[in-house]
């Protein structure tokens, strides 16, 4: 027997139907809800079948227990409350299951053939005999060997997704965890159910705790603690902590546990004993993040402490000639800012949008170019790096790629003992930098290096854990050039305008009530009360009035920024609404399901996390050029021209994009960007996320919501305070 999946009978279910699969006409991985048309035993016709069942194929036997029930629209039905599946038993269900497709290398001409020549045997051939499959024409050394493993494959694949299913465990994982653990994923997951949490992205801690309390794990057993601990501590890392109080850390993992302080106490005991977890000034950090910490400051530390070595020059002379290249004189700020640039060896620019980042860094790049320095340009996303490439005229890199990523636990190519070449260093949309990105990048540069940051650091920090640039200009190690000024190629735009209203603390007159009514040109509010009134306007706006007035695409151009995933404005519903707006389904339309998330032909899509095998990054926007169903995947073109295939199984790593959240935007320009903002979404109402989600705005920027909710998000400038000791470090003597 293969298995059996499905769920509880909520009360005695009397009637049982045996016989085999002909057909199956529709199954969920995502669920195991299935359709199946199935030859009952003793009668003639098919009947259909509906439950739940882990991976169900043509031809094999089935037992299912439920009851008959008349539908409407598709006539009898048996529902079953739990179905069993077996091999199939006769010659003509063998047949059919093995020319389902499920097997590498058989179709049904092969199928027919094995059967005809090993009839009821051919299972327990393909098993222990394989030599023998080349007894039947046309199989030769090669096809049986794949026909071998294939099977072999097959068996395994589907042992593990029975036993998830029965566990809890979407069926679509199965594949993952396969290629993950091999042909011994089950014993390793009886052995330790929480190491599904730390080594597969998707599942998470809940789903491993609900599988080891069904293999008998009790809630006070050490594993058990010591993982909710690990989680509780990752899921801060997740939130941008690098660490987290001791106290803090502690409480969480008994309200998730459910355990009294002492049991956690002590399992967090051992996890530091053990050197899992590390404490320093009260905080307990993963290792990793500890030691990142600390090698960033003292790599930052002792590069900032040696001076600039680039070749001898007149500043002032320098600065006259760079004026008379661009055609324009320097503000005193740009001059003062690229000045600094030519005499240090580490120095951060920052500013808002319009102040002249951009100004700055291509006079500073142009006059040591012209001395024969060559700089090496970076960002840490693909988006950044090309707008980085088109405003200098000079190659830009991700980090990622330019440090030559190896994926897995290879890590970087790039390091100390393989260290980057170049005099200078430039990293773009600084802000974006992470812990683990920042330690990575400064111990693979040269010894002699020089390194510019450049960002805002008034915009959103890092979806990875830390504040490295804010906590490198709070920390006074490194000269700073801040840009507050608007330049006259900015000034006329509303979009910058507000934007510094906003840091600033002010409201922009387009959202307050008491001002003079704003007629701007590129920054526009419209007010709607009610979310789902904002919904419909929002659609509407995407849809029709934007594209109409502007000429703009409303796939290509048009950026929806939410705070937040959940609610009639959160990312999941807008995007359902989006997609049937602007991509409905017709007739043919073929559409697959998973995590959550539908995807038709033509649908706007994002990467989640990056994938160094696809050579997609977190962040990358693309569209679904196509989706096969022999065998299943999703091919993606993404907007660089680099394509991507995905099976079902990998679709987690994807998300509809049309629209997004305002964290997975930065770094990234949209030429027009509509946001609604309402009082339901006060958990994230804060200044910073409102600017970063204007700011991405180049031509267009329209807010759809509420006045107060704008308000409330101006006057929050607090932000949520991460964990972290960098700034300390930094500043230490």
Known sequence: MFGQSGGELSEPCPQTLRGSIERVTFHNEENGY????????????????????????????????????????????????????????SLEGIERYLGSGLVEGIGPVYAKKLVEHFGAEVFDVIDHRSKRLEEVEGIGAKRRKEIKAAWAKQKAVRQIMVFLHQHGISTARAVRIYKTYGDSAIDKVKADPYRLARDLHGVGFKTADAIAAKLGVSGAAGTRVEAGLDHCLEAAVGAGHCALPEAELLASATELLGVEGGVAAEALARLLG??????????????????????????????????????????????????????????????????????????????????????????????????????????????????????TGIEAKTVHRLLEFQGGAEGFARDAARPLEGELFVVDEASMLDLPLAAALLRAL?????????????????????????????????????????????????????????????????????????????????????????ADTLVKLVRDRLPGRFGLDPIGDIQVLAPMHRGVLGTAALNRRLGDALNPAHEATFEIERFGARYRAGDKVIALRNNYEKETFNGDIGRVAEIGTDPGRVRV??????????????????????????????????PCVVVPIVSQQYALLRRNLLY???????????????????????RNAEGRERHRQLRERLASD
């Open 34 to 89: 299935a359709v199946l048309r199935v030859v009952p035993r003793g009668k003639r016709g098919p009947v259909t079948v509906v439950g739940r069942i882990a991976a169900p194929n043509a031809g094999e036997e089935i037992v299912a227990s439920g009851e008959w029930h008349d539908d409407e629209r598709f006539g009898a039905q048996f529902r079953a409350a739990e179905i069993t599946s077996s091999e199939p038993g």
């Open 274 to 391: 053990a050197g899992r977890l590390e404490r320093d000034g009260g905080l307990i950090y993963p290792p990793r993040l500890l030691e990142a910490e600390r090698e960033l400051a003292a790599r930052l530390r002792a590069l900032a402490a040696a001076a600039a070595s680039h070749p001898a020059l007149d500043v002032e002379k320098a600065l006259a000639w760079a004026e008379r290249k661009v055609g324009y004189p320097l503000a005193p700020g740009q001059r003062a800012a690229v000045a600094s640039a030519l005499r240090e060896r580490v120095l951060v620019i920052t500013g808002g949008p319009g102040v002249g980042k951009t100004t700055i860094l291509n006079a500073a790049l142009r006059i040591l170019r012209a001395k024969g320095v060559q700089p090496v340009l970076c960002a840490p996303t693909g988006r950044a790096a090309k707008r980085m490439a088109e405003s």
């Open 446 to 534: 040269p010894g002699d290096a020089h390194l510019w940051f450049v960002g805002d650091v008034d915009q959103l920090p890092s979806v990875g854990p830390g504040c490295v640039l804010a906590d490198l200009i709070d920390s006074g190690l490194v000269p700073v050039a801040r840009l507050d000024e608007i330049f006259r190629q900015s000034g006329s735009s509303r979009i910058v305008r507000a934007a510094h209203e906003i840091n600033s603390g002010r409201l922009p007159p387009e959202l307050d009530e008491a001002a003079p009514p704003a007629r701007g040109t590129d920054f526009f509010f419209i007010e709607r009360d009610d979310p789902e009134a904002a």
């Open 637 to 670: 073109e993404f907007d660089d021209g680099r394509g991507a295939d995905y099976e079902p199984g990998e679709l987690d790593e994807l998300a509809p994009a049309y629209a997004i959240t305002v964290h997975k935007s930065q770094g990234s320009e949209f």
């Open 692 to 714: 970063t989600a204007i700011t991405r705005g180049k031509r267009i920027v329209v807010l759809v919501g509420q006045r107060r909710a704008a308000a409330m998000a101006v």
